[in-house]
C-alpha cells in the first residue's frame, strides 16, 4: 500500500510529488506521460516567479526534466473511481487497482461538463471506463462520447464488444474507423432512461441504447460520491483537506484562479497535509 496516491500530472500533482519525494514519502503519481496538455498549449507564462515569458512547451520541458531528475515515475492512466478499503482507498484505472492511505486529487477542472442525466445514470449504463465495463455491453447496443484523440484505442475496444457504437466525437479529426461504429453529428443533450439507460438525446435526434460510456476525465465528486463539491470544485480547507479523511486535493479543480503558481503552492501543501495526517495516524 502506498502512503499516497496522486491523480493528475499537471502542475499541482507534480509539485505535491516533489514535495512528497523530498518527505521520503512511498507514493504513486498517475495520470499521462506526456503531462498536462493545458501547459503544453500556453503560448507564453509571464505569472510563474522565476521563469519569466516561458512558453507551455518550455515549461512541460523543464517539469518533465525535473521528474526524470528526481527519480519519480509517472504511472500512465486515468483514474475512473475510489473505493474505501482498510486504512485507506483503491484507486481504479481501467482494469489496474492501486492501493493508497491517503488520495491527493489533482485532477483539474473537468472540460467536458456531465450532460443531463449522466451522474443520475452512473452504474445504471452510465460508464467512464471502457476496459471495466465493456463486457458488459456485449452484442448491444451502445453510444461512445469521447472527447479527445488520446481514448480513440477505448472506443475501439468497446466496439469488439458491442454490436452497434453511435459515437459522439467532441474533437476534430476523430479517425476511428468500424463495420459497427456509426459517427453521429451533433452534440448529446441528455441520457435517457427510468432507472436504467435507455437512449441518448442529441442535437438533431435520438437513438435507443442499453448504455453510454463517457470517455472523459471524470469529475472528482464521480470518482467518489461523497466528497463535497460546490459549483464544480472539490471543497477544502487551507490544508487542502477534502470532508472526506485521507483526501486532499490541490489545483485547478478546488476552484479559481487557474494559475500554475496557485497550483505549485496548493500541491505543496496537500503534501505536507498528507504527511501529517500519515504521522498522526
Known amino acids: 500500500m502506498y502512503d499516497c496516491i496522486i491523480l493528475g500530472t499537471g502542475v499541482a500533482g507534480i509539485s505535491a510529488a516533489l514535495t512528497l519525494k523530498a518527505l521520503k514519502r512511498n507514493f504513486l503519481l498517475v495520470g499521462s506521460r506526456e503531462l498536462s496538455a493545458k501547459v503544453a498549449s500556453a503560448e507564453k507564462i509571464k505569472n510563474y516567479p522565476g521563469l519569466p515569458s516561458l512558453s507551455g512547451r518550455e515549461f512541460k520541458a523543464a517539469l518533465s526534466k525535473q521528474l526524470e531528475e528526481e527519480n519519480i515515475e509517472v504511472t500512465e492512466g486515468r483514474a475512473t473511481g475510489i473505493y474505501d478499503a482498510d486504512g485507506g482507498f483503491f484507486v481504479a484505472c481501467g482494469q489496474d487497482m492501486y492501493e493508497g492511505k491517503t488520495i491527493i486529487l489533482s485532477t483539474g477542472v473537468e472540460t467536458v461538463k456531465p450532460i443531463e442525466g449522466e451522474k443520475e445514470l452512473v452504474g445504471r449504463g452510465v460508464s467512464y471506463c471502457a476496459t471495466c465495463d465493456g463486457f458488459l455491453y456485449k452484442g448491444k447496443t451502445i453510444a461512445v462520447v469521447c472527447a479527445a484523440k488520446e481514448e480513440e484505442h477505448e472506443v475501439e475496444l468497446l466496439a469488439k464488444y458491442a454490436s452497434k457504437v453511435y ?70 480547507g487551507r490544508d487542502m483537506a477534502t470532508n472526506v479523511a485521507g483526501i486532499f486535493a490541490a489545483g485547478d479543480c478546488t476552484g479559481r484562479p487557474y494559475q500554475y503558481a496557485k497550483a505549485a503552492g496548493e500541491g505543496n501543501i496537500a503534501a505536507h497535509s498528507v504527511n501529517a495526517y500519515l504521522n498522526k495516524k
Not at 476523430?174 to 452534440?187: D, F, L, T
Not at 427510468?194 to 441504447?209: F, H, N, R
Not at 466528497?227 to 472539490?234: I, P, R, T
Open 167 to 236: 459515437l459522439f466525437a467532441l474533437y476534430k479529426n476523430c479517425s476511428v474507423k468500424g463495420k459497427n461504429i456509426q459517427k453521429i453529428v451533433g452534440i448529446p443533450k441528455r441520457i435517457k432512461g427510468e432507472g436504467k439507460v435507455s437512449a441518448v438525446e442529441y442535437q438533431g435526434g435520438e437513438i435507443a441504447v442499453d448504455g453510454v460510456f463517457m470517455l472523459k476525465d471524470a469529475a472528482c465528486d464521480s470518482l467518489y460520491p461523497a466528497l463535497k463539491v460546490e459549483g464544480g470544485s472539490v471543497e477544502v
